[in-house]
């Protein structure tokens, strides 16, 4: 496997793991970035902005339609974007390029109602109480706190000693930020930190060394992986009847964000929780909370024609 496959490899692994698309959209992203390999010929980590506006404007003379240019654009731009973030690459050789658009769609959020759900269900799925504590204590952090994956399943146990209120994690780009821990997820971090920590001591006790992490496992990195949790957390949706395919670990995130915003928060606030870079990436969320606002006065307004 050539230098550029394994790099669209791991680019489709995350889109994947983190945010659930479908087949069809992974596809999509793996024939531009496959395209794009096979006109640049050599390692992508070496482009130039150049080459890529060169490529995009040869889309255009080979006449793909403005909607597929805009797919390409979009495709490049997510890969160079998670090379800079992966720590493949220090600089984005695709952020100044412009062309056609895509549409900005929102994202699927889940109700408070089905997040609790998932909260119910996690906390009784596992073996033995150190799974049900673990799955418990993954699913209260991540919603608490709205981190994203990645960042929760690389998470220093050192960064959640001490039964804290809020906790210092480095996001995208290797900027730190504090996040919000709600009192049901200190209470089920301090149950997990017990169970886990018992299960280290014996790790030591077998001359192995203790793991660093809070979610330690086998794995290459040594820590639990996204792909892991975003398998675990399709069977909780179905067990806690939630629509599975709504569901990914990047949708807690967006409810955690939605609920806020509903329930009064400052934007520029969840913009900080976040880790956005720009307002503009938060502002989506008032999007959809306005249109929800809509669609219940449609529905319960008496002039509505809904209730006509």
């Not at 006449?63 to 998670?82: C, E, M, N, V």
């Not at 040594?222 to 939630?242: C, D, H, M, P, S």
Request: hydrophobic content about 35%; glycine content about 6%; aromatic content about 6%.
């Amino acid at each position: 496997m050539n230098d550029n496959s394994q790099l669209i490899k791991n680019f489709l692994e995350a889109k994947y793991a983190e945010e659930g698309l479908s087949e069809n959209s992974i596809l999509a992203y793996s024939r531009d970035l496959e395209k794009l390999s096979k006109n640049i010929g050599r390692p992508l980590i070496g482009v130039s902005q150049a080459e890529l506006e060169k490529y995009i404007i040869s889309l255009q003379k080979l006449g793909h339609s403005r909607s597929t240019r805009a797919r390409h654009l979009s495709s490049i731009k997510q890969f160079f974007k998670f090379c800079v973030e992966a720590g493949f690459l220090t600089a984005d050789p695709s952020s100044q390029l412009s062309g056609p658009k895509l549409p900005k769609s929102l994202p699927k959020i889940l109700t408070v109602e089905e997040v609790d759900k998932l909260l119910k269900v996690a906390k009784t799925q596992g073996h033995t109480e150190f799974e049900r504590a673990r799955n418990k204590c993954l699913m209260e952090i991540l919603y608490a706190s709205g981190m994203r994956i990645t960042e929760l399943m690389s998470l220093p146990v050192a960064a959640a000693r001490g039964r804290p209120k809020m906790i210092l994690i480095k996001g995208k780009g290797s900027k730190e930020r504090l996040v919000p821990l709600s009192p049901p997820a200190i209470e089920a971090l301090d149950h997990w930190l017990k169970l886990r920590d018992e299960k280290e001591d014996l790790r030591v006790k077998q001359g192995l060394k203790k793991s660093r992490f809070l979610f330690p496992s086998n794995s290459k990195n040594g820590y639990l992986t996204r792909n892991w949790f975003f398998n675990k957390i399709k069977a909780w949706a179905i067990e806690a009847g939630v629509k599975s395919e709504s569901v990914s670990p990047h949708t807690i995130r967006h409810a955690f964000a939605t609920h806020l915003l509903s329930n009064g928060a400052d934007l520029r606030v969840i913009q900080t929780l976040l880790g956005h870079s720009d307002i503009t990436t938060t502002e989506i969320y008032t999007h959809i909370v306005n249109d929800k606002l809509k669609s219940t006065l449609e529905e319960h307004h008496p002039l509505s024609n809904k209730s006509k």
